[in-house]
DNA sequence: TTATCATATGAATATCTGTTCATATGATAA
DNA sequence: TTATCATATGAACAGATATTCATATGATAA
């Protein structure tokens, strides 16, 4: 019960009424910044990650994938599903071989700018 | 057994030797992209992304976030130590108050590419 | 000092997510 | 057709993680 009421102090008397309503008018829509959380998402794990930076020089069948990361061919079937339903990679068949590339130019400068902050 | 000796041959057989080899050679390396999807991966969760774009235009109060998207102070204060952990956001003590910041403006440049970014 | 407030933190819980296993699909060759 | 191969997928499991609850800390004022 103390801490419910500091809370309810904390939450509704404390707040700087003004600093609040000006920055709730100049925040992104809530559902922009929840499809943003989302896109980052998709890069934050070093599976997809690695994936991604595999794609960024040529294309690449599952196989070679799979043997030149040292995962399973499951594993990055999976991940290659996830990094296509978000427009990160497209495939292209041939014959048995399902070959992916990275998806446009638009991914290749947001890797590209990976690397870039990484260095700083 | 049939399902790993599947694997067996499409790891070890079909491999495009050459290709993979080249590939190695210009992939940044390891740990510099488990770094990244760490980085990425900060990004990637909608409360965290809600407080980083809501320090977007000014510092704030641990108080001022809470109320201003509904969260309770301990998730807040929770998350801020991930970011500030991150070296996201810095922290400047004022009396009881505790604001927050976005730690330089390359963070606001990432913000800013974000929302570039989903107006594709 | 004591009381109060703003924030921080540890533990527990619940949810989410990546991998594995088993199996299915789609394509080629015999 | 059947056999084989490359890839895809559903279910189960395990590990990670965000939130909540209870409590602690650090600061101000009385």
């Known amino acids: 019960m103390e801490t419910k009421k500091a809370i309810e102090k ?3 008397l404390c707040v700087h009424e003004d600093v ?8 992104p829509q809530e559902e922009i910044l929840y499809d943003l959380a989302e896109f980052f998402k998709v890069f934050g ?5 690695r994936i991604l930076y595999a794609l960024r020089e040529t294309e690449l069948c599952v196989c ?8 399973t ?3 990055v079937s999976h991940q ?3 990094l296509k339903s978000s427009k990160l990679v497209k495939a292209r068949r041939s014959g048995k ?5 990275l998806d446009d130019d638009h ?3 947001i890797l590209d700018m990976g690397i870039h902050h990484l260095r700083e």
Do not use: K, N, P
């Open 97 to 101: 071989t399902v070959f992916y590339s």
């Open 107 to 109: 991914i290749h400068s």
């Open 64 to 71: 070679d994938i799979a043997g030149l990361l040292g995962l």
């Open 20 to 27: 609040v309503r000006e920055v709730l008018q100049t925040m």
């Open 10 to 12: 904390c939450e509704f």
């Open 45 to 49: 794990d070093s599976t997809r990650i």
């Open 73 to 75: 061919q499951t594993a």
């Open 80 to 82: 290659l599903r996830v």
